[in-house]
T-cell receptor, first 112, second 115 residues
Framework: GEDVEQSLFLSVREGDSSVINCTYT??????LYWYKQEPGAGLQLLTY?????DMKQDQRLTVLLNKKDKHLSLRIADTQTGDSAIYFC????????????FGTGTRLKVLA | DADVTQTPRNRITKTGKRIMLECSQT?????MYWYRQDPGLGLRLIYY???????NKGEISDGYSVSRQAQAKFSLSLESAIPNQTALYFC??????????????FGEGSRLTVL
């Protein structure tokens, strides 16, 4: 069935780059997303990419999509302590039911 | 005020009790969802509703029921709570417009503990 996989933890030092990886199985996915969950809060959309794109950059965030390998990554440049959160990868296919498949989430810890 | 509001934010209850979690939204979205978050399991869809008369089961609907009282309100019920329903529950909304990204807008969550 459809599945989205992520590693559970990542620890980086403040100022370094963080790279969070995700693999998915549904090749019909049209949108791939990164959501951020801060402590005690709900998820908020960080960025998304169309399946027909290879890369998207937004300030400190770079999303890379490898459709052949069904691999999505999120790079955060100059990681700050405020970036500490859980990051969820998700896929959906709006031509169907807008049904989302979420990954398990990667907990990013930024060390000062 | 938050666009998607969940009540209660925290609830401790006992096995066998009936619990209702409520969600209201001011975004004017047709689509509403209930998710459950467990550590290491990510978010799993319990129920979703694409309009007031449309209710659909998600991947883990057993033990849960929902009611879409109005476009803006979607409640989740546990008829007889059990300890493995202890989790963080999220309500979310999205816009049906196919021209947008399908972004989900989440409430702040309802933490439920069943003893």
């Amino acid at each position: 069935g459809e599945d989205v996989e992520q590693s559970l933890f990542l620890s980086v030092r403040e100022g370094d780059s963080s790279v969070i990886n995700c693999t998915y199985t549904d090749s019909s996915s049209t949108y791939l997303y990164w959501y951020k969950q801060e402590p005690g809060a709900g998820l908020q959309l960080l960025t998304y990419i169309f399946s027909n794109m290879d890369m998207k950059q937004d300030q400190r965030l770079t999303v890379l999509l490898n459709k052949k390998d069904k691999h999505l990554s999120l790079r955060i440049a100059d990681t700050q302590t405020g970036d500490s959160a859980i990051y969820f990868c998700a896929e959906s296919n709006p031509s169907g039911t807008y049904k989302y498949i979420f990954g398990t989430g990667t907990r990013l810890k930024v060390l000062a | 005020d938050a666009d998607v509001t969940q009540t209660p934010r925290n609830r401790i209850t006992k096995t066998g009790k009936r619990i209702m979690l409520e969600c209201s939204q001011t975004k004017g979205h047709d689509r509403m969802y209930w998710y459950r978050q467990d550590p290491g399991l990510g978010l799993r869809l319990i129920y979703y509703s694409f309009d007031v008369k449309d209710i659909n089961k998600g991947e883990i609907s057993d033990g849960y029921s929902v009611s879409r009282q109005a476009q803006a309100k979607f409640s989740l019920s546990l008829e007889s709570a059990i300890p493995n329903q202890t989790a963080l529950y999220f309500c979310a909304t999205s816009d049906r417009d196919r021209g947008n990204s399908g972004e989900l807008f989440f409430g702040e969550g309802s933490r439920l503990t069943v003893l």
